[in-house]
């Protein structure tokens, strides 16, 4: 599974983004799929997270009500709606995918930055 992040870019606080990940090289419907992101001087670390079928959704606190992850299993791309940014969003956003085994050995993008000016 080979997955390709894209989206990411300068904004300013308070503005929106909307990041993509898409997958090729086989399906993804039936695996977890999840956004992470580092920021700098910091480990990575979750920020959302969607089951197979969509019908379960995880979200890290300081992201709730703010962003929106969801998935088009056809187009085998997750995305992640990104509102209200702050300051404290800017980080490298990756794209994983997990077939159950864990996200510590889940398949990775490339990462994509998103800067928030304050």
């Known amino acids: 599974v080979q997955l390709q992040a894209s989206g990411g870019g300068l904004v300013q606080a308070g503005d929106s983004l909307t990041l993509s990940c898409a997958a090729s090289?086989?399906?993804?419907?039936?695996?977890?799929l999840g956004w992470f992101r580092q920021a700098p001087g910091k480990e990575r670390g979750i920020v959302a997270a969607i089951s197979w079928s969509g019908g379960s959704t995880y979200y890290i606190d300081s992201v709730k009500g703010r962003f929106t992850i969801f998935r088009d299993n056809v187009k085998n791309t997750v995305y992640l709606q990104m509102n209200s940014l702050r300051f404290e969003d800017t980080a490298v956003y990756y794209c994983?995918?997990?077939?159950?085994?864990?996200?510590?050995?889940?398949?990775w993008g490339q990462g994509t930055l998103v800067t928030v000016s304050s």
């Open positions: 090289g086989r399906t993804v419907s039936g695996y977890s």
């Open positions: 994983a995918a997990d077939d159950a085994t864990g996200w510590s050995r889940a398949y």
